[in-house]
């Protein structure tokens, strides 16, 4: 799953960076608001973490701009502006979700997974697909009583094919969606994972 961090901060921007790709997703990220439209723009994302207070174009001009637009990402706002009136503006604009700094990580991952499960029309954290189970919120999967032993990419590219189960995935959606826009991809990285992942 890819997600998009738009948000000033070097230090918070790095760490929120660090941790969504420890925990598997792809991830791009822009300092100030101008770069972040044209990303969000350009690219499929699941999610997008906004932060409201940016440099070029705040925050609440991108939601806007993205809403207008039709954008069907997830959009998390997260920011310091934590009145009752910020909140309820932002979601009526058409946030998904609002989140107020300092927060954990921890809650932040979730509230990143629940958006992404709905963004796929899923509310439990489980996917079943014949024998195969897979439990988004620890991670894993298995198939009938066996644990599956995936890598992180293993495990992305298992889980983006069980959302979209019963539809056509092409080879561009799935680089798109498992690999960030830095990444330098060989021409058979996407044969490769599916082989890895169909041997296991």
Known sequence: MRILIVEDSHRLRENLVTGLRHAGYAVDDAAEGQHGLWLAQSNPYDVIVL?????????????????????????????????????????????DDYLVKPFAFDELLARV????????????????????????????????????????????????????????????EIESHLYDQNATLMSNVVDTLIYALRKK
């Open 113 to 172: 997974e629940s958006l992404v499960r709905r963004r796929h029309g899923r509310s439990a954290p489980s996917l079943q697909v014949g024998p195969l189970s897979l439990d988004t919120a620890a991670r894993t999967a298995s198939v009938g009583d066996k644990r599956l032993d995936l890598s992180v990419r293993e495990y992305g590219l298992l889980e983006y094919l069980m959302l979209r189960r019963g539809e056509v995935v092409s080879r561009p």
């Open 51 to 95: 932060d409201l207070m940016l440099p070029g174009l705040d925050g609440m001009s991108i939601l806007r701009k993205l809403r207008d637009a039709e954008c069907p990402a997830a959009v998390l706002i997260l920011t310091a502006k934590d009145q009752l009136q910020d909140k309820v503006a932002g979601l009526r604009q058409g946030a």
